[in-house]
């Protein structure tokens, strides 16, 4: 991931996930997105996700409840991005973002 984030062949490179060890990487990014959405729908898309997907079982859903209502594991400096608007309203923001970060230098 370290190389992949240094290779400059590229003008950008996004990551998408989330990593409980975060602290330990997240120097390598320019800017980090947190994608945020409030608790109902949090649930819905919890509720559509397939059985044998990841966050499907009470107990991954117990775990993902609590998590977003503390907040841990989420990174303290990252651009917060409301997450509940549709996927290309939210992609174009942190393009935007990611953009503009760039061009700041």
């Known amino acids: ?5 240094a290779d400059a062949h590229e003008p950008a490179t996004f990551f998408c996930g989330g990593s409980r060890n975060f602290t330990e990487f997240l120097d390598v990014f320019d ?3 947190v994608l ?3 608790t109902d729908t949090l649930h819905r898309r919890l ?3 397939p059985p044998d997907e990841w966050g499907a079982q009470p107990s ?3 775990l993902i409840s609590r998590l ?8 303290a400096a990252g651009v917060v991005i409301d ?5 290309i309203d939210v992609v174009d923001e942190i393009v935007r973002l ?7 230098g």
């Open 1 to 5: 991931m370290r190389a992949i984030a």
């Open 31 to 33: 800017e980090v997105f």
């Open 36 to 38: 945020d959405i409030d």
């Open 47 to 49: 509720d559509q996700r």
């Open 60 to 62: 991954e859903r117990d």
């Open 68 to 75: 977003h209502e503390t907040k841990d594991d989420i990174p």
């Open 83 to 87: 997450a509940t608007r549709p996927l």
């Open 98 to 104: 990611a953009g503009d970060a760039h061009a700041a």
